[in-house]
């Protein structure tokens, strides 16, 4: 079974900082991560997926990715009061379309 | 294109009470995927569906729980009889099968409360 471990915060972080959101996940034959995004009462929705080990940038997100160490990252970089959520790390399972999904980190973005 | 559609939204209903909850996937998805969401628990996969069959069922709790995928439109997921602790948000996803890499949309979810 695939653990994806995460703080459950909150992180809490002023306007324009950086914010980091950290994973750990314990099968080290995992190739693929996720970075899902869930506002209060809504559904997670994609906003990151990173392969290889360094760093993935999209826009003022950047997935970081360390196989060695078994951990994942996301910085948000500028946040933004928008960008309170809870970021929900996610891991395949090999050979299937399933994903065992932390519990998430909440991250509230004071104005 | 119209995303995921769950319905109830919301379902309050009491102990052993048989709740039914319904799903359509995106056209043109063959996979789709229940999930339960709790505080305590997080986000859990009960079931998934490719091409309409059951792939891992492995997260079903319990024989209290069924679910079916009669056509590629359209899935129900069952809880009979209810109990309290299966109160929760339930989401449903689809997504292109194939690769593990498929982003899963989901579903707005629908609230149960089981009284």
């Known amino acids: 079974q695939k653990e994806v471990e995460q703080n459950s915060g909150p992180l809490s972080v002023p306007e324009g900082a950086i914010a980091s959101l950290n994973c750990t996940y314990s099968?080290?034959?995992?190739?693929?991560f996720f970075w899902y995004r869930q506002y209060s009462g809504k559904s997670p929705e994609l906003i990151m997926f990173?392969?290889?080990?360094g760093d993935k940038e999209d826009g003022r997100f950047t997935a970081q990715l360390n196989k060695a160490s078994q951990y994942v990252s996301l910085l948000i970089r500028d946040s933004q009061p928008s960008d309170s959520a809870t970021y929900l790390c996610?891991?395949?399972?090999?050979?299937?379309?399933?994903?065992?999904f932390g519990k998430g980190t909440m991250l509230l973005v004071s104005p | 294109d119209a995303g995921v559609i769950q319905s109830p939204r919301h379902e309050v209903t009491e102990m052993g009470q048989e709740v039914t909850l319904r799903c359509k996937p995106i056209?043109?998805?063959?996979?789709l995927f229940w999930y339960r969401q709790t505080m305590m628990r997080g986000l859990e996969l009960l079931i998934y569906?490719?091409?309409?069959?059951?792939?891992?069922d492995s997260g079903m709790p319990e024989d209290r729980f069924s679910a079916k995928m009669p056509n590629a439109s359209f899935s129900t997921l069952k809880i009979q009889p209810s109990e309290p602790r299966d109160s929760a948000v339930y989401f449903c996803?689809?997504?292109?099968?194939?690769?593990?890499?498929?982003?899963?949309?989901f579903g707005p979810g629908t609230r149960l409360t089981v009284l």
């Open positions: 996610a891991v395949p399972h090999s050979g299937y379309s399933t994903l065992t």
């Open positions: 056209s043109g998805h063959n996979s």
């Open positions: 990173i392969y290889s080990n």
């Open positions: 569906f490719n091409n309409n069959v059951p792939i891992d």
């Open positions: 996803a689809s997504n292109l099968q194939g690769l593990h890499t498929d982003t899963q949309y």
């Open positions: 099968d080290r034959g995992s190739q693929s």
